[in-house]
């Protein structure tokens, strides 16, 4: 069965620095995705970044990028120069199998940029 | 870009009674949907899959009988709390693919969700 794991409830960060948010996972699937989301305190799911197991390159959308190591079964976010409206819940999530579309979700990090 | 409504965003109800939710695809046809459940500072879990003109799925450990699916269109797709009570207090998030279930991965919406407390 797959598994998330997220193992820091909290993260502060200074305004235009970068941070890193991470995430492990663990499955028996030879072909999987990786997902991040962002939660703002308006609760909406707010999709981010996409990394497939097969892709050859790290993903990256604007300012997030993901590091991914698939030997450690970590698909970390970077958060390059932090804005203060970076500040919500962050949700590494992958799917749960029978589907792409049904995800199974980490604890969330919570993130705080700091002026 | 593809957009999933919610209604009511907000719903206070009595114990016993039961609150109906809605999840919408504005723009595209959605044969499924899927719905989750966050409690207070958690993550969100899948609570069941819904299936337009067919029974939805549940996960193990969720009740049939109190968490009611009904996907009625391919727009459309309700979520019935049937007598509520104060712990079923949670909010409630639906998603849907918007290319069916074969389409690129990253191409999920989801609701802006509804905040349901139960007195």
């Known amino acids: 069965a797959q598994k998330i794991t997220q193992t820091q409830p909290g993260m502060f960060v200074q305004e235009k620095e970068a941070v890193t948010l991470d995430c492990t996972y663990d499955?028996?699937?030879?072909?999987?995705?990786l997902f991040w989301y962002k939660q703002p305190s308006s609760g909406e799911m707010i999709f981010l970044i996409y990394?497939?197991?097969?892709?050859?390159q790290n993903a990256t959308e604007g300012r997030y990028s993901l590091n991914f190591q698939k030997a450690r079964k970590s698909a970390n976010l970077v958060i390059s120069a932090s804005q203060l409206g970076d500040s919500a819940m962050y949700f590494c999530?992958?799917?749960?199998?029978?589907?792409?579309?049904?995800?199974?979700f980490g604890k969330g990090t919570l993130l705080t940029v700091n002026p | 870009g593809a957009v999933v409504s919610q209604h009511p965003s907000r719903v206070i109800c009595k114990s016993g009674t039961s609150v109906k939710i809605e999840c919408r695809s504005l723009?595209?046809?959605?044969?499924?949907m899927f719905w989750y459940r966050q409690f207070p500072k958690q993550s969100l879990m899948l609570m069941a899959t819904?299936?337009?003109?067919?029974?939805?799925?549940?996960e193990q450990g969720v009740e049939k009988d109190k968490f009611l699916i009904n996907h009625a269109s391919l727009t459309l797709s309700t979520l019935t709390v049937t007598s509520a009570h104060p712990e079923d207090s949670s909010f409630y998030i639906c998603?849907?693919?918007?290319?069916?279930?074969?389409?690129?991965?990253?191409?999920?919406?989801f609701g802006p969700g509804t905040r349901l407390l139960v007195l």
């Open positions: 998603s849907a693919p918007s290319t069916g279930t074969s389409g690129p991965i990253e191409d999920q919406y």
């Open positions: 499955t028996s699937d030879q072909s999987y995705g």
């Open positions: 990394q497939g197991s097969y892709d050859e």
């Open positions: 999530a992958m799917p749960l199998g029978g589907s792409n579309y049904k995800l199974t």
């Open positions: 723009d595209f046809q959605a044969t499924t």
């Open positions: 819904s299936n337009e003109g067919s029974k939805a799925t549940y």
